[in-house]
Nanobody, 128 residues
């Protein structure tokens, strides 16, 4: 099982980035994909969750991400995406994607203990 994030970089406040999470080694369509953010010196925190393909569940977002970030997935490419708009300096940090074996996002999706496999993360820096 492998998850590889990419797309991070340096962006000015108000700008946008699209992060990718390319997966392999498991049936992508069976798993929910979560996104987490770890700011410098802080704990890893939930950003978004996108349910498995075919599950009629809309993505879940942390309050800080709602209205600015959008989680999506492409089954043909076994890839999940996180589009981040209107970025703020506090969005700076490492972003991780992870798999939730339950296949759907739920009220406990914010807990990182619900996720089994993690990528190595991609760094995002938002300048003011």
């Amino acid at each position: 099982v492998q998850l590889v994030e990419s797309g991070g970089g340096l962006v000015q406040a108000g700008g946008s980035l699209i992060l990718s999470c390319v997966t392999s080694g498991f049936t992508f369509d069976d798993f929910a994909i979560g996104w987490f953010h770890q700011a410098p010196g802080k704990k890893r925190e939930f950003v978004a969750c996108n349910s498995a393909t075919g599950r009629n569940v809309i993505p879940l977002y942390a309050a800080s991400a709602k209205g600015r970030f959008y989680a999506s997935r492409d089954s043909a490419k076994n890839t999940a995406y996180l589009r981040m708009n209107s970025q703020k300096p506090e969005d700076t940090g490492v972003y991780f994607c992870a798999t939730d074996v339950r296949g759907f996002c739920h009220s406990e999706s914010w807990r990182d203990s619900n996720y089994g496999q993690w990528g190595q993360g991609t760094q995002v820096t938002v300048s003011s």
